[in-house]
């Protein structure tokens, strides 16, 4: 049977992972009915909480959940190098890789419709948007939604990603496929970015690659988050600006792959 990992990337999130976990589980049999086997993998990366001992507590009561612990902490860009690894290495051609926070404010709900959308329009990422028609956001401070706002503005000017509007979103599925794509090319610890500006990252090193986007409208339930958030907004901000202009310089690579 084609399989699904749901790639869970972790740092103290030990009031929201175990909640998150049950959500995905909640979707098991609908998923089975597709054609799809459930793999839930949490990459606890050496939180200070006890996130290991919840996400322990959860391999025990389901068997279809496994995790991946960091012995030092990576930052997000280390979550996401093990991500990709983790499922190059037990994955195969037709299965499927979600990522999303473990924050519990991405439902794992939508991953039908991301994956429908996947398939029937070929594309080799989806990505759960803030910017589309049926989007909502509930409970984001005016002052993250400004700067969601701007940092979209900015990358569609300096990225231009076609079908992409939400750059920074980390609510999305991705193809086997692509992801070895993007292996060959940059090598098996692909992102580099310290700063939240990694998920940006990802996306653009996947369009050099070749990756064909997707959005689908979500509900983003920020009001579900227990704790603090981990984003440094300032440091996020200035990395963002300067990131973007950096990976910008790829894009030849990308022409002159197709020619
Ligand atoms: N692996 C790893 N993940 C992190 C780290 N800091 C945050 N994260 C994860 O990155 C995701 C985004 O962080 P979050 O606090 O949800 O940011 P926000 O949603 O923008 O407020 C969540 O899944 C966090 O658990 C880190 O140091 N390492
Ligand atoms: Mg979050």
């Known amino acids: 049977m084609k399989k699904i990992y749901a790639i869970l990337p972790c740092y103290n999130e030990a009031l929201n992972i175990g909640d998150l976990i049950d959500e995905w589980n909640n979707q098991k049999d609908l998923l089975k009915e597709s054609g799809y086997q459930l793999n839930i993998v949490a990459i606890d990366d050496c939180s ?16 279809n959940v496994t995790l991946f612990p960091h012995e030092v902490n ?10 990709i690894s983790y499922f190059l290495k037990n994955g195969c051609a037709d299965d499927f890789m979600v990522l999303m926070d473990g924050d519990n404010t991405h439902n794992p709900v939508y991953v039908h419709e991301m994956l429908s959308k996947m398939l ?3 594309k080799d990422c989806v990505i759960a948007s803030r910017y589309c028609k049926a989007s909502n956001v509930v409970g ?3 002052h993250r939604e400004f700067m969601s706002d701007m940092a979209k503005y900015y990358y569609s000017m300096v990225l231009r990603v076609p079908d992409v509007k939400d750059y920074t979103c980390g609510y999305r599925i991705y ?11 940059f090598g098996t610890e692909p992102i580099v970015e310290k700063s939240f500006a990694c998920m940006m ?3 653009y090193r996947l369009y050099i690659v ?7 409208g979500f509900e983003l339930r920020y009001d579900n988050k227990k704790g603090e958030s981990k984003m440094q907004v300032f440091t996020t901000m200035k990395k963002s600006l300067t990131t973007a202009l950096k990976l ?3 894009r030849k690579e990308r022409t002159s792959a197709k020619c």
């Open 48 to 63: 200070r909480d006890n996130t290991k001992q919840v996400i322990s507590q959860k391999v025990d009561q389901y068997e």
């Open 74 to 83: 990576k930052g997000l860009c280390g979550g996401l190098n093990s991500a």
């Open 120 to 122: 029937n329009e070929k």
């Open 140 to 142: 984001v401070a005016a």
């Open 175 to 185: 193809t086997y496929g692509i992801i070895k794509k993007l292996v060959d090319k």
């Open 201 to 203: 990252e990802l996306l």
């Open 210 to 216: 070749g990756a064909k986007f997707g959005e689908t």
């Open 248 to 250: 910008r310089r790829l």
